[in-house]
């Protein structure tokens, strides 16, 4: 193998598993479900590939059943995150220095762990500790994971792959070296995807990283951690660390060794980052990689020539699937005055169909949001605009379980606004509540550079029409309101190999993950030219006499 020119297994996107009834997939999750909620867990960081244990002890619970005690985590301090610097940075030299391929090979075979025996552990973790139904859980858990690690492998192969020409008499190559120093993680609640992606990216480039992830997302990142283990990553390569979420992003930004942070959170902490980086700019050693996705405030703008239906079910998925906790999910839609009666009609039967409750139950829709504080928020929100004249709740609006007795539940709700530049309309709200603007027929331009002009964020849109030429300038006018731009489909479920992810103005750099584009900013290229013969004499032939 040491000779060869690899080519590692052409990826293709892991199948998204039914859950129908009398299936094998549903009865292995439903027994891996029922033995998770009989067993509370510990869970300790990985540093140096050690479990670490220090006795301050937080709950984690299930945010739709807050009688149920998932796990115990282990929380550190500083100076646990300084030994998990130190780690990463032990580890960098051999890491750094191992071929590709061997690298390759790990993210391969927790793929295929994932595929198989993994699967219904990582999707029950991703049910049970961030309220997912069994079907969200499958394509991001599951799926979504495993075409990270599969598709990554194939963005570095073309990397290492994409080299220099050479003149007559030298050979010219370009080495993808991974960054000099630690990449620092910090991955969000919503996606144990993203959370996977966000450590094993860099690591698969030949970094050593220090993985922080969220507080509300610590059972699935148990796991996550476990499959990279039993996949072979050796110890320091990705070291885990939890505990308050200032001190450990401090200790990481502050170190000279930071060498990149990839960051999906929201807008206010990477801003804070972003200014706490530029503070540390002259004690680096390298200037770091700043990577961040940080939300959105996604559309749907719909055309008087939209299919009504389909537009319909777009609204409800795009807007209620995992509780509208998706940096992607609908969030503001723009209906003509034609339109919104009948489109009402569905939308309301729709969501008055929607059942809510225990996960656990398949035929539910939708769980819990994932904790006491987005309740809070949420329902505060709906409260105002309850009480708001420029707006008007048309269905939903309910909660249940201010006492967190039950679960942090919240209805799916619709409102409606006369006000195009409500703050409905325009601040991101990480919850299943949809507002609507209806604009007048004949007005779609204004109502286009509205949707572009409101919100400050760019992350995902929509539109809905069956005019040819509407579709065509929908698409101009908005141009850069949206990194990834649905013709015809909810502004949700981004595939790895097919729509790289990632949005910019508010809502990041736009990295794209899942993609050749993401990879290259975990690389530092050398450049090696190489000359065969090289000249002996100082003098230029144009130098000579007449």
Request: aromatic share 8%; hydrophobic share 45%.
């Amino acid at each position: 193998m040491i000779d060869a020119i690899a080519t590692p297994p052409s990826p293709q996107n892991e199948p998204v598993l039914t859950y129908a009834p009398g299936s094998p997939e549903r009865a292995a999750l439903k027994a891996e479900l029922d033995r998770r909620a009989r067993e509370t867990i510990e869970i300790p960081m990985v540093i140096d590939g050690e479990a670490i244990r220090t006795g301050a002890l937080d709950e984690v619970r299930a945010p739709h059943r807050r009688d149920l005690l998932l796990a115990r985590a282990h929380q550190g301090g500083a100076e646990h995150v300084a030994r998990a610097i130190e780690a990463a940075r032990r580890a960098h030299p051999a890491w750094s220095r191992t071929p590709w391929t061997e690298r390759a090979a790990v993210f391969l075979k927790a793929a295929e762990l994932l595929a198989t025996r993994y699967r219904p552990t990582l999707n029950a973790a991703t049910m049970l500790g961030q309220s997912k139904t069994a079907y969200q859980a499958e394509i991001d858990s599951a799926c979504e994971l495993i075409d990270f690690f599969r598709y990554n492998v194939h963005f570095a192969h073309r990397i290492a792959a994409e080299q220099p020409a050479s003149a007559p008499g030298i050979w010219n190559l370009a080495e993808p070296r991974p960054l000099e120093g630690f990449v620092f993680a910090a991955t969000p609640f919503n996606f144990t995807a993203i959370a996977g992606n966000l450590c094993a990216a860099p690591a698969l480039m030949g970094n050593t990283v220090v993985w922080k992830p969220s507080a509300n997302a610590l059972y699935s990142a148990h796991f996550v951690m476990d499959l990279l283990i039993e996949a072979g990553l050796p110890r320091g390569v990705i070291n885990l660390v939890m505990g308050p979420p200032e001190l450990v992003s401090n200790a990481c930004l502050d170190h000279p060794d930071f060498a990149g942070i990839h960051f999906t959170g929201s807008t206010a902490v990477f801003q804070s980052i972003w200014r706490r980086i530029g503070e540390n700019i002259g004690r680096y050693r390298s200037y770091p990689r700043i990577v961040g996705e940080t939300g959105g405030k996604d559309f749907v703008f719909a055309h008087a020539s939209a299919d009504v239906d389909a537009l319909a079910v777009a609204l409800v998925r795009g807007a209620y699937e995992f509780q509208g906790q998706k940096c992607s999910a609908a969030s503001r839609a723009y209906i003509p005055r034609s339109l919104w009666p009948a489109l009402k009609d569905r939308l309301v039967g729709h969501i008055r169909a929607i059942r809510v409750g225990d996960v656990a139950d398949f035929r539910n829709f939708m769980g819990a949001v994932i904790d006491e504080r987005a309740h809070a928020r949420l329902t505060g929100r709906i409260a105002a605009a309850k009480s708001d004249a420029a707006c008007s709740i048309v269905c939903g609006g309910g909660a249940r379980a201010h006492d967190g007795s039950d679960g942090w539940f919240v209805e799916p709700t619709l409102i409606e606004t006369t006000d195009p530049r409500h703050p409905l309309m325009a601040e991101e709200l990480f919850g299943p509540v949809l507002t609507v603007w209806v604009y007048p027929d004949g007005e779609e331009h204004t109502a286009l550079a509205l949707c572009d002009e409101t919100s400050p964020y760019g992350l995902t849109g929509a539109v809905f029409a069956r005019d040819r030429a509407f579709i065509e300038a929908a698409s101009d006018a908005l141009r850069f309101a949206a990194g990834n731009f649905y013709i015809n489909d909810k502004p949700t479920g981004a595939v790895v190999g097919q729509q790289p992810f990632g949005g910019a103005r508010a809502s990041g750099t736009n990295d794209k993950a899942g993609s050749l584009f993401n990879l290259l900013r975990w690389v530092s290229p050398r450049v090696v030219k190489e000359t065969f013969a090289p000249p002996r004499a100082v003098a230029y032939p144009f130098m000579a006499a007449e």
